[in-house]
């Protein structure tokens, strides 16, 4: 397929569809490609030791010389988490980002040293041009400052990609510019890409306002200490937080290094002013539990934030009492119900009282647009082509029955994937093709082709353990070294069953004697010999399937 | 005070303001002055004998000459209702009304056969120029086709009144016309005056494709006759209902004059096309139950309405059979809650089955902007004033609330009264004094000063009844003609009480004697005379106290 030749212009995700997370949108003209969002995805539990998930930037390291630009909506780390990663592999020219995430971005790259200057503040107004494309933005409202919708002037028409957004007419910060959008839509959208995923909740969203007449409440009433977790990045619940704490004479410390760093990065930026309130955290014992108010990570019940050491009574700087209140002012992204309930467990336990948005709904809301919201977005682009993005699959589904529902004729609408090439010239949109690609995971620092095999085989690790087999042989005379050496980890106890492992290890021995006087020895046929040959004898006498890996070493003398 | 006067342009209600009914609103600058909507309240259940109450046209009877035009928002009674009355006494020089309302105005005039030609239809495209004044429309949603919003362009800012409207994303009719609202709010508004029926209402409205959803499913689904009772003038709802009928093989037969009004209206405007699925109602018994809809009024529980007398056993065309199933697809209006629960009960008695919105709250959705509607139209307009109207005091107290919450300033907002005078220029707008109004009732078809003391009087006659006292007498030769006769209606059973009624009789007659031969004699002395001896005789004797209504009669011979 010859991507760049036609007249056409081409709009496909490399993330973000089928899923909520790692967003990478790109739209492409002639020689032109502009990418818009570079997030990661946070690994799902059964991810096992994969810390994010990152889109597959085959394609455009292939097409290099055709980016024009990287444009960010905003802030999130599933739109802007994975620029480390794309800058190490591919040359960016120009990054624009909207002034918060400008800030996060920048402090990203310096703490990974990562030397790259063309980071360009956008705002509202800016209006960007390209050979093809004239790019500008509308201000939305999400939970995070500075969050952005593009409109791509192409020669095929506008093309209109909403960022995430909701409504919110009583926002903390500025209101969503509706007129802007209005006119947008009075001009003509010939493709609109709008977020769904809130597609599934009925109505509207509840506004920050409420929230923060709802923790402006408990921080006036409660006579002890409040332990508030948050999402880091919501700025202006920080924000909020901030005044209400100086109001009542409350000094707050921070634990966490994500919201020490989104603070920071707040007052930096002028969304935080009331920064006195603010003390260091080693000064939090000397002020009195009612003047107090502890802000901390670990809203999702991650094992090694702040509030998780606090409920297992592990962190060496707050231990709870009785008297504590702790609230999540967040809700629960799918996959850490487990582990935020295993978190209230432990809290409850301790003896302090919890709220969470089940028990008081007004603690938190949602930055995305439900049912309501959405069909207020279609009704102002009111484009001729959709295509929901940002969202699982029973997501994009909902909302695009929503748009038949506000007037969008259903051959006008498209489900597709990542990697899915959509097409519109002057006169129509239809899907083209599809580039392959595949989701890379990222194993702490190390990226790359972690793949499938990998997780599952950690999955089989964490539960039946492994079971490695190193045998030393000399190829060239076909002689084995020794009795081939057994490692385990998390199958058996070595100390109670040393006949079970010199058994295993026995026939091992049997096999490799054997094998290693064949002509041609291939190793993977010696592995696969013995692993083929172990695992019914181990499963008979443990019930187990531990990984079974040999290692044959050849060792020339 | 010199209301035309001046440089600055006058805006007031004759009704609507602290009452949800007989809306009337006026604007002026200097010589001009125009009229929007001409409603009726229905009385509430303690006008008794009251049909409606109109707006008090005082003012306007005086200012005749300056009335420039009469404009409708759409065709409600309480925005039309009062047209017939206001034509008989004031000279309106044309009428400006969009499609349905045209439609439904002409048939109330020649109907009380009133020739006025003046009626003349607008649509959204409309705009309307007078020396000081230009009128623009903009498309809003209602629960009546063609209701419109109003911009003002005067000498001294734009002027916007919402009329009646909600948002509804997915409505039956055309969709309201956000982008022009979006840019009306962009170029500017001083002052806005916006529906405040629903301020109390939390969230968002229901769309009635909702709604015609759920009736949709009940008549497919229910295997029997269905009764469908709803506000006559929803040309929408009664739309869905016909075409529902039509794909399900069910004929419709119409009871209740305005229902068959309506209904007529709606054919002849073009909004229901499919009218042969509308039987004559005398044919409804020959179409079997499960192919039969009875579509009809009393959806308040009005006690001559159709639906009244066929839960009454009294309808008839119409007797209830065990298998019916009567839908309420409507809400009740305030005041008629008892009487609707009084119709509900004598169905159950019946043994139909019976849904409301109460039960089933798809069945009916409201026509007016709830809580987070009215922050949209506040965020769209955003006016530098605003003025709460059409609703009851606590509805606009609660609208000038939100109004502050979307960043309006509580000074620049005017919570007033009918009659209350607001004047802007080009500076500011502020309260500059008050009209003195009052309620005119509308008794059957006479209308004038019934006033309070009739109301009273009809509370008091639904209590304890009347006696009246009729003297004959010849104030020439100062004679009695005979003894006074005394009727009573409502007070004690005649038969068993001649006694007293004799006593009566006899009070008023020595009353009556000596009165008579005094010089001067002053009938309303002579009345009241009578009254203040009777009242607290008829108090000791019954526990009781009627209207005591003595009448003279002066016989010349």
Known sequence: MKFFDGNDTRIFALGGLGEVGKNMYCIAHENELIVVDTGVSFAEEELLGID??????????????????????????????????????INIPI??????????????????????????????????????????????????????????????????????????????????????????GNKGVKLLLSDSTN??????????????????????????????????????????IVETCQKNNRKIAVFGRSMENQLENAIECGYIKNDKVIIESNEAKQIPNNKLVILCTGS??????????????????????????????SSP????????????NKLYLRGVEVYTNNMLSEVHTSGHAPLEEL??????????????????????????????????????IFLLENGDILSIDKSEARKVGSLPIADIYVDGSRVGNVGGIVIRDRKIMSNDGILVII????????????????????????????????????????????????????????????????????????????????VIMDIKR
């Not at 993977?524 to 990984?547: C, V």
Request: charge should be positive.
């Open 52 to 89: 994010y998930v990152l889109p597959d930037y085959t394609f455009l390291k292939k097409n290099q010389q055709k980016i024009k630009a990287l444009i960010i909506t905003h802030g999130h780390e599933d739109h802007i988490g994975g620029i480390p990663f794309l800058l190490q592999e």
């Open 95 to 184: 990054i624009y980002a909207p002034k918060q995430a400008t800030s996060l971005i920048n402090k990203k790259l310096s703490e990974r040293n990562i030397n790259y200057k063309n980071v360009t503040c956008y705002n509202e107004d800016t209006k960007i041009k390209f050979k093809h494309f004239e790019v500008t933005f509308f201000r939305t409202t999400h939970s995070i400052p500075d969050s952005h919708g593009i409109v791509f002037n192409t020669p095929n028409g506008t093309v209109v990609m909403t960022g995430d957004f909701k409504f919110d007419w009583t926002p903390i910060g500025p209101v969503a510019d509706i007129h802007k959008m209005a006119a947008i």
């Open 199 to 240: 597609a599934l909740v009925e109505g509207v969203s509840m506004s920050e306002s409420r929230v923060d007449e709802a923790l402006g409440e408990i921080i006036e009433r409660h006579n002890g200490r409040i332990i508030i977790a948050t999402f880091a990045s919501n700025v202006y619940r920080l924000k909020h």
């Open 300 to 329: 999702q019940g991650e094992p090694l934030a702040a509030l998780s050491r606090i409920a297992d009574g592990s962190h060496n700087q707050v231990k709870l009492m009785p008297n504590d209140l702790v609230v999540f002012s």
């Open 333 to 344: 992204i799918p996959g850490n119900a487990l582990s935020i309930s295993r978190t209230i």
């Open 375 to 412: 069909k207020l977005m279609l009704r102002l682009m009111k484009p001729k082509y959709f295509m929901p993005y940002h969202g699982e699959f029973r997501m994009l589904k909902k909302h695009a029955d929503i748009a038949v529902e506000c007037g969008i004729p259903r051959k006008n």
């Open 471 to 550: 045998a030393n042989i000399d190829v060239n005379k076909k002689e084995l070294l020794a009795k081939p050496t057994i490692t385990t980890r998390g199958f058996v106890l070595v100390n109670e069953n040393e006949e079970l492992l010199n058994k295993i290890q026995g026939i091992a021995y049997d096999i490799l004697k054997r094998k290693i006087k064949e002509d041609n020895i291939n190793y993977q046929d010696l592995k696969n010999e013995i692993i083929l040959e172990l695992t019914p004898f181990i499963f008979a006498k443990t019930g187990r399937r531990p990984i079974i890996l040999p």
